[in-house]
């Protein structure tokens, strides 16, 4: 396994799901973890569970308030950061037809412009050598009844990050996961046995034959971070969304 020691990376979205897995993966190797979302409760309680050893501290701010953004990096330890890990969205589906545009609007301020804005004033804070590892979603290329302008928002995070690679190269890397469904907190808002459904019926039609646990994405992101030769590059982590039987086996 990687050495991370003396290096520092800003999870954002790091109070929860798989930016807190991807978080303990990195403070596990040595580095140095600083964790951001909006909820100050969250953030300490996943500091905690970090047992608080080299997390220097946790920065409370809403990833759509560029105001709050600029801010909070200002406040980043002197030296900066070496790695910028963005999970943080707030996510929305529903019928094309039905959903009001208003939601979709909010939803693309968080899940693109968020992490667009972030990583535009983060640009200051990454050391050469650096990377940063944006999150979309199978929905951008594997589409879902009720799920098109959250897969639109995902297909724009990729094609950011592409971008991003070739225009901030070779000074950083830029890569983007795209998970697959995965056992977060996110699906909280779903009715527990309504979710459990929805875990065992994907599950069942992935060809790993279950849903995503969040180390193991965290597994992806330490690759893309670290690999000094990967940039550009969407890695799909997700059980096989993309090869799934199109017909019931
Ligand atoms: N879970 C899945 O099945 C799945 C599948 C495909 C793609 N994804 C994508 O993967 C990423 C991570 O998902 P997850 O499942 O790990 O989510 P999660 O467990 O819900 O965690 C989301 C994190 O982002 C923070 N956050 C949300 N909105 C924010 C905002 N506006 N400003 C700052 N922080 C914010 C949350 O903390 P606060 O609420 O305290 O701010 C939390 O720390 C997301 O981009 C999601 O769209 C997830």
Redesign the pocket.
């Known amino acids: 396994m990687r050495d991370l020691s003396g290096q520092r990376a800003l999870f954002?979205?790091?109070?929860?799901?798989?930016?807190?897995?991807a978080a303990r993966l990195f403070h596990d190797l040595g580095a140095e973890v600083i964790l951001?979302?909006?909820?100050i409760r969250?953030?300490e309680a996943?500091r905690r569970a970090l047992q608080d050893t080299r997390v220097p501290g946790v920065l409370?701010?809403?990833?759509?308030d560029a105001g709050q953004v600029d801010q909070a990096l200002s406040r980043l330890p002197a030296g900066g950061i070496d790695h910028l890990v963005?999970?943080?969205?707030?996510?929305t589906h529903g019928p094309f037809g039905d959903q009001p545009v208003a939601e979709v609007r909010a939803m693309f301020d968080?899940?693109f412009w968020?992490a667009y804005g972030l990583a535009r004033a983060a640009l200051p804070y990454l050391r050469e050598g650096g990377a940063i590892v944006f999150?979309?979603?199978?929905?951008s290329r594997r589409p879902g009844v009720n799920c098109a302008a959250?897969g639109a928002a995902?297909a724009a995070v990729e094609a950011l990050a592409r971008g991003l690679a070739l225009e901030l190269g070779p000074r950083l890397r830029v890569n983007c996961?795209?998970?697959?469904?995965?056992?977060?907190?996110?699906?909280?808002r779903v009715p527990p046995e309504r979710r459990d459904a929805m875990f065992l019926s994907t599950g069942n039609s992935l060809p790993v034959g279950r849903?995503?646990h969040?180390e193991e994405?965290a597994e992806a992101v330490l690759i893309a971070a670290t690999n000094g030769y990967m940039t550009g590059h969407v890695l799909d982590v997700d059980g096989g969304h993309k090869v799934r039987q199109y017909a019931t086996r």
């Open positions: 954002v979205g790091g109070s929860s799901g798989m930016g807190l897995a951001a979302g909006r909820s969250r953030l996943a409370a701010f809403d990833i759509t963005i999970t943080a969205a707030t996510i968080s899940k968020g999150f979309s979603g199978v929905l959250l995902c996961i795209a998970p697959g469904m995965v056992r977060t907190a996110l699906h909280d849903v995503g969040p994405i």
